[in-house]
């Protein structure tokens, strides 16, 4: 049993390469300040904008600027960690404001059985998930997000990294720039329906990805996390609309928990709730207001995290937006 990092992410060694510039530091934690929003909802509406019914407050907190890379989930590997024989401590990765949030043992069995099962399982299957972006030694890959995560996966390195799986309402507050209600993380006017390759990797209404210019989807459409600034967040993080999908610590039910204050919906069901889109999901699933069910056992070559924190006072570091 390894117990929790320490607060703060584990980054020590690992080479700045993220972020437009190629040299921001892969670890940048930017923080969110929280307020009151409407779950589900963009101002653009036609459909897709959800509605005004289910009202929320989020705390502050700091949400990672960039998607898990390959790089950092080396080093948890390399740290031995996320196996059933080194699983997070009972209560490892919990929401300070959420209880019951932390890692589950009886979640141990969902983990990869030990290091070898482990890099079977970050290959997802090359044939049916051929966008894997995981390789067994460094490569090309280091600044691209990691995918083929499981929810379980993605809990067990959030802990380790000192931090946690966000709340699907932290996760959607920071996407939809709060009560700005936008529509894509970058639009300005919050209803602007602006979507290109600028912005987001996605694919178009024929399911050809964008990113590359090539139609067929490759690994080269998970693109270097942060080299797409022009669809920077509110409050400057990459990539929440397109690339790699991500894990939110919430079960999904067909309604948002109401009235929610730093609320999370933990039931004990099988679905949880990915966000974001992904590089060969269509426009709207970029959407803020876009939430998809996943087995949480589930694999995929474009479902990946990204950490949240708590607020720290000024140790969360800085990036060169």
């Known amino acids: 049993m390894i117990d929790a990092a320490p607060p703060g992410p584990q980054c020590a060694g690992l080479p700045a390469t993220c972020g437009a510039s190629g040299h921001d530091d892969c670890c940048t934690s930017l923080v969110v300040p929280g307020g009151a929003y409407f779950r589900g909802y963009d101002v653009a509406g036609d459909g897709n904008g959800g509605t005004t019914e289910a009202p929320a407050t989020v705390s502050a907190f700091e949400l990672d600027k960039f998607e898990v890379t390959v790089g950092r989930y080396r080093a948890f590997v390399a740290a031995g960690a996320g196996t059933q024989a080194h699983p997070p401590a009972a209560g490892a990765g919990a929401h300070a404001a959420i209880p019951n949030s932390g890692w589950d043992p009886t979640w141990n069995a969902q983990l990869p059985a030990d290091r070898d099962a482990q890099l079977a399982a970050l290959a997802c299957n090359s044939?049916?998930?051929?966008?894997?972006?995981?390789?067994?030694?460094?490569?090309?890959?280091?600044?691209?997000?990691?995918?083929?995560?499981?929810?379980?996966?993605?809990?067990?390195?959030?802990?380790?990294?000192?931090?946690?799986?966000?709340?699907?309402?932290?996760?959607?507050?920071?996407?939809?720039?709060?009560?700005?209600?936008?529509?894509?993380?970058?639009?300005?006017?919050?209803?602007?329906?602006?979507?290109?390759?600028?912005?987001?990797?996605?694919?178009?209404?024929?399911?050809?990805?964008?990113?590359?210019?090539?139609?067929?989807?490759?690994?080269?459409?998970?693109?270097?996390?942060?080299?797409?600034?022009?669809?920077?967040?509110?409050?400057?993080?990459?990539?929440?609309?397109?690339?790699?999908?991500?894990?939110?610590?919430?079960?999904?039910?067909?309604?948002?928990?109401?009235?929610?204050?730093?609320?999370?919906?933990?039931?004990?069901?099988?679905?949880?709730?990915?966000?974001?889109?992904?590089?060969?999901?269509?426009?709207?699933?970029?959407?803020?207001?876009?939430r998809i069910p996943r087995a949480a056992a589930r694999r995929e070559s474009v479902i990946g995290v990204r950490c949240a924190r708590d607020v720290s006072g000024g140790s969360h570091r800085n990036s060169d937006i």
């Open 127 to 290: 044939t049916l998930e051929p966008l894997a972006t995981w390789t067994d030694a460094p490569g090309a890959n280091e600044n691209r997000p990691v995918t083929c995560l499981s929810w379980y996966d993605a809990m067990a390195f959030c802990a380790w990294d000192g931090g946690f799986v966000p709340s699907e309402a932290e996760w959607n507050f920071a996407a939809a720039g709060g009560d700005e209600q936008r529509a894509y993380p970058w639009s300005s006017p919050p209803g602007d329906l602006t979507i290109d390759p600028a912005h987001a990797s996605y694919a178009d209404a024929d399911g050809r990805c964008m990113a590359d210019g090539q139609p067929t989807c490759t690994p080269a459409d998970l693109r270097p996390v942060g080299s797409a600034p022009a669809g920077d967040g509110r409050w400057g993080h990459a990539d929440l609309a397109g690339n790699a999908a991500e894990w939110t610590l919430d079960a999904l039910r067909s309604k948002y928990i109401t009235p929610c204050t730093d609320c999370a919906d933990l039931s004990a069901i099988d679905l949880r709730v990915e966000r974001g889109g992904a590089a060969v999901t269509f426009a709207t699933s970029a959407r803020t207001g876009a």
